[in-house]
């Protein structure tokens, strides 16, 4: 049975779920968090897309992207690559990281844009592992 195809989004914007395979930790140290960063920062650069809101929890990342003139599969295949072929030299081990493919909802409205940045923010919060949003490491509003 062939998969579904993506929904597209009438502005382009995505909320990604990326998650680790098997409930995998996908961030052991401070360092796994910053590099996942520095890859994200450069294919912002490259790929030229926007980046408002993002989480980064011990198995699984939430991003909410905007794609500009790279397409969205693009832009998520070379910051996973990336990042696993880093993590795989970095731990010694091979094979996948992340569970099947990146999970995507289409943002179409500025109301349901809202109600996604706020999830991702406040995802900590729900999961019990900070009291304040501020003081999570893993959370940022924006890369510029």
């Known amino acids: 049975m062939p998969r579904?195809?993506?929904?597209?989004?009438?502005?382009?914007?995505?909320?990604?779920?990326?998650?680790?395979?098997?409930?995998?930790?996908?961030?052991?140290?401070?360092?796994?968090?910053?590099?996942?960063?520095n890859i994200m920062k450069f294919y912002k650069q490259s790929c030229n897309f926007k980046l408002y809101a993002y989480c980064l929890m011990n198995n699984h990342v939430h991003l909410l992207l905007e794609e500009s003139t790279v397409p969205l599969d693009i832009i998520m295949k070379r910051i996973e690559v990336k990042f696993v072929r880093w993590y795989n030299c970095k731990y010694q081990r091979i094979g996948h990281l992340f569970q099947d493919r990146y999970k995507s909802e289409p943002v179409n409205d500025v109301e349901y844009f809202l109600t996604v940045f706020r999830y991702i923010h406040q995802?900590?919060?729900?999961?019990?592992?900070?009291?304040?949003?501020?003081?999570?490491?893993?959370?940022?509003?924006?890369?510029?």
Do not use: C
Request: proline share 4%; no cysteine.
């Open 4 to 37: 579904k195809a993506r929904q597209q989004s009438s502005l382009h914007i995505h909320h990604i779920i990326l998650r680790g395979i098997n409930q995998q930790i996908i961030f052991e140290d401070v360092y796994d968090y910053l590099e996942f960063i």
């Open 123 to 144: 995802n900590p919060l729900h999961a019990k592992l900070e009291r304040h949003w501020e003081s999570i490491p893993g959370v940022a509003t924006m890369i510029t």
